[in-house]
């Protein structure tokens, strides 16, 4: 049989292709076709990794995934979060298109809507982004604030587009617009800082660049979190885990936090993720967000008049082991409930997928045993495969995986994202001693020795150096298990061992202290220390170097403010930006030289 004749014997058996007909009708075509375990399936969308050599994988025994072939060939689900990184574009582009084959395979071939985590960072945490590996790498979204170019965070999210696509990632799970108006919280490091109004204008941008000028085949869906505005945590707690579960607003301030959301919207914005906290003495019902009616329906659905996808964050459903760990659901305020029960009133405030969630049995019994009516369940899957039909999944789900190693990563993207690490850098204090002079006797601390003998002698003690360069992390204090270890929550105290070492090597010789600052850490006595302090939000040396050598200028903005001491971060109200009583700095602060 030719191709045109098999290709209209499949349109006629499946309709639904017909790429003319208006996509509200090819819809309702399919969905006419879908059993109730077929819909049921679209209602999920959790962790998938890629198998041994590229190949579809087994199951992973670190986050108790199953097989592949059982997400999509016995629980019909086609909406996967990618986890992990691999070698190259190539091989995830060549993994993605396996599995498309898969999804192809099932009876009514719907196409998979692969999903990821910010995936051009230097961090690396499994519960929030990933390290850049084979994508171009850029500053984290605070250094993109730091830039304050919204012309700048537009071109990342082309290029984001790009490489994502490239590969068959279709929808983001970014931008996040909370505000870090709690200093402690450990979650800053992906928003774009404490001020609602830069939040706004930069979360716009990113969507345009991620979606594009029109939505449609070469687009990626962007999922805005998280609404209503993660960022007033008590204690500066992340509600990843039960002590962080509450949300609080000692200020009265919690409209503040919707602002970056309205500038989402405005930027069409296609899908959102509520937060996992529970708000406390609002006027909404103290239960997290994601099962939270007033919230999502009334203020989102009806207020905003938002008819996009709403996914919640993962985990809200049944309890799951992370890497090696038990972590109960994080149903909190709703603790009570059975599993079931909270799926239901998830999807009864207005929900339509279940993110890290895979009890697709749960759910058909549900609409079997008529708790739930499989008329609500087609309100949510109306949304669902509307966005898979408009992203194009229905013409072409398959990439080209000999092209994609060229496309990410490429040379001109690399440059693009070198550019913005050196223009996020912000210096917050100079003696005089920067820029520092080509050829000087160098003592570094983590940095490659190789790296700085570009810019100078390097030397092995302060004693022998010209000037010193020490790049540290911000604190953060050890939690119990590994998942939470990469949440950099408590104090912002450096321990004293560390300060101690910054004296004595500046007490030596002229230090330049950088600190990557995830959060704003307490900075006075390094700043008494040290004759200059930066701050980086993921830069390499090479781009550190060239700023602090005067290659390029300082030109960085501190994204929040600074607090002078942890007895005012302590005192500070959570809901409230820039309410740190004498900040050491102040937002927009950044010396030029």
């Avoid at 505005?229 to 409209?255: L, T």
């Avoid at 939270?292 to 659905?301: D, H, I, P």
């Avoid at 004296?503 to 600052?517: G, H, I, N, R, Y």
């Avoid at 109200?573 to 030029?592: A, K, Y």
Wanted: glycine letters at 10%; aromatic letters at 10%; charged letters at 20%.
């Amino acid at each position: 049989m030719a191709d045109t004749e098999a290709a209209s014997v499949n349109d006629s058996a499946r309709p639904w292709l017909n790429a003319d007909l208006p996509v509200v009708e090819r819809v309702e075509l399919l969905l006419a076709e879908m059993t109730v375990e077929e819909k049921a399936g679209l209602f999920f969308q959790t962790m998938i990794v890629m198998g041994e050599n590229g190949e579809l994988s087994e199951g992973d025994a670190a986050f108790g995934l199953p097989s592949t072939s059982q997400y999509v060939v016995d629980q019909h689900m086609t909406h996967f979060n990618l986890l992990g990184t691999a070698p190259s574009a190539g091989e995830i582009a060549r993994w993605h298109n396996k599995l498309q084959e898969l999804a192809a395979s099932t009876r009514l071939g719907i196409p998979v809507s692969l999903s990821t985590d910010p995936r051009h960072s230097f961090t690396d945490n499994p519960g929030a982004t990933f390290h850049a590996g084979p994508f171009s790498q850029w500053p984290e979204p605070l250094g993109l604030a730091a830039t304050r170019d919204a012309e700048l965070v537009e071109r990342f999210g082309d290029i984001a587009r790009q490489e994502y696509t490239a590969v068959g990632i279709r929808v983001a799970l970014h931008p996040q617009v909370d505000l870090a108006t709690e200093s402690r919280w450990a979650r800053q490091l992906q928003t774009f800082g404490e001020d609602a109004a830069l939040s706004g204008e930069l979360g716009a941008a990113y969507v345009r660049g991620f979606q594009g000028e029109s939505f449609g085949a070469g687009s990626v869906s962007t999922m805005t979190k998280h609404f209503p505005g993660g960022g007033p945590q008590k204690d500066g707690e992340d509600p990843h885990f039960d002590y962080g579960r509450e949300q609080v607003y000692p200020g009265d301030n919690f409209e503040h936090h919707l602002k970056p959301f309205v500038a989402i919207f405005a930027a069409g914005g296609r899908q959102i993720m509520p937060y996992y906290g529970m708000p406390i003495g609002t006027q909404y019902e103290e239960v997290g967000f994601g099962f939270n009616k007033g919230v999502l329906t009334g203020l989102l659905r009806e207020r905003f008049g938002f008819d996009g996808i709403v996914c919640t964050d993962w985990g809200l459903v049944t309890d799951q082991p992370i890497m090696g760990t038990d972590f109960a659901a994080r149903a909190w305020g709703v603790e009570h409930l059975t599993p079931a029960e909270r799926m239901l009133k998830i999807l009864d405030a207005g929900a339509d997928q279940f993110g890290g969630e895979r009890e697709t049995g749960m759910l058909i019994e549900l609409v079997r045993s008529g708790a739930l009516s499989e008329e609500r369940l087609d309100v949510s899957a109306r949304r669902l495969l509307r966005e898979k039909f408009e992203l194009g999944l229905f013409e072409n789900p398959y990439v080209d995986a000999d092209a994609a190693d060229a496309i990410v990563g490429s040379a001109e993207f690399r440059a693009a994202g070198d550019a913005a690490q050196r223009k996020s850098i912000a210096a917050l204090s100079n003696d005089g001693t920067l820029p520092l002079r080509r050829g000087v006797k160098l003592y570094v601390e983590g940095i490659d020795p190789e790296t700085a003998a570009r810019f100078g002698e390097v030397v092995a003690t302060p004693e022998e150096a010209d000037a010193a360069i020490l790049r540290l992390q911000a604190p953060y204090e050890q939690r119990a298990s590994m998942f939470e270890n990469f949440f950099h929550a408590g104090s912002l105290d450096f321990p004293a061992d560390v300060l101690a070492h910054v004296a004595e090597v500046a007490a030596s010789v002229p230090t330049v202290v950088d600190v990557f600052l995830d959060r704003p850490a307490i900075l006075a006595p390094i700043v008494e220390s040290a004759a200059a302090v930066t701050a980086n939000w993921g830069a390499s040396a090479d781009a550190l170097l060239e700023v602090l050598f005067g290659v390029v200028p300082a030109q960085g903005k501190l994204p929040f403010d600074v607090p002078r001491s942890m007895a005012a971060a302590e005192v500070s109200r959570p809901d409230v930006p820039f309410d740190t009583e004498d900040p050491l700095f102040r937002f927009g602060h950044g010396l030029t030289f």
